[in-house]
């Protein structure tokens, strides 16, 4: 038990390390600056089509999923209400965080901890090269900028697949489109984008991590790989909670 509880505060303290290092490593942007708009691309434009079907998915389950629920003499205007608040709010940010987490957490991960066994990581450092600065900082800083914009392109697929998915279940267009404006603050977009700026951040830290310290050998990868997947959706989950918790009572 008392190793469980030391591994536990081991890993919070390495873990805070590593965020030290990453703000030392700031300060070189001659180092990293280069490679961050090569990572925005694969973390950002090669992911879009993964996040369209997903968010296409969600937005048509959505609204058709809360057309079918609603009491008899309810306003059908609420199917449009709904959907844009679940998709804003938290489907959208939630569930691409998560679809990135699977496709380009892991390669973070897969390519870092690839590196640290063929000690390509130990030779950047003989070269003098700051390797958190040049394979971190930029991962990180694409994470934090490409997370949110995919998070607006998701939500909006998201509310016209459930516009169109609406339309087949009997919600005419007008009676969705007036459900979209009820109750909107410009708030619940800046939630809705502070939650993926949040995600974004954990998904570059924690994988970059698990792969900067990976174990030797394909085994240390692929375990190393498994476990940035699985800290990073418990990371998010928890980041999604506590922005709810503090922030949910702003939204109205």
Request: glycine share 10%; charged share 15%.
């Amino acid at each position: 038990m008392i190793e469980a509880v030391g591994n536990v505060f081991g890993g919070i303290g390495a873990r805070g390390y590593f965020a030290r290092d990453i703000g030392r490593a700031a300060a070189s942007p001659r180092t990293y600056g280069p490679e961050i708009i090569g990572q925005m691309r694969k973390m950002g434009v090669d992911s879009i089509p993964l996040v369209a079907a997903v968010a296409a998915f969600i937005g048509a389950v959505t609204a058709v999923q809360t057309r079918f629920q609603l009491l008899p003499g309810v306003e059908l205007t609420v199917v449009g209400l709904i959907t844009r608040q679940s998709i804003v709010l938290e489907l959208g940010p939630l569930l691409t965080a998560l679809v990135l987490t699977g496709r380009v957490g892991a390669r973070i991960t897969a390519e870092l901890g690839t590196m640290r066994v063929t000690e390509q990581i130990d030779a950047l450092e003989t070269l003098a090269y700051d390797p958190v600065a040049y394979l971190v900082v930029p991962r990180l800083i694409a994470s934090i900028i490409m997370v949110p914009l995919l998070t607006i392109f998701a939500d909006s697929i998201g509310i016209a697949t459930g516009m169109f998915a609406a339309q087949s279940a009997g919600v005419s267009n007008a009676d969705f489109a007036e459900g979209l404006r009820l109750s909107f603050a410009p708030f619940q977009i800046f939630y809705s984008l502070l939650k993926a700026t949040l995600f974004g951040t954990a998904i570059a830290f924690f994988c970059a991590y698990e792969g900067f310290y990976a174990e030797a050998g394909a085994e240390g990868v692929g375990r190393s790989t498994a476990s940035a997947v699985v800290v990073t959706s418990v990371a998010i989950l928890m980041l999604d909670a506590l922005t709810a918790m503090v922030l949910a009572r702003y939204l109205i």
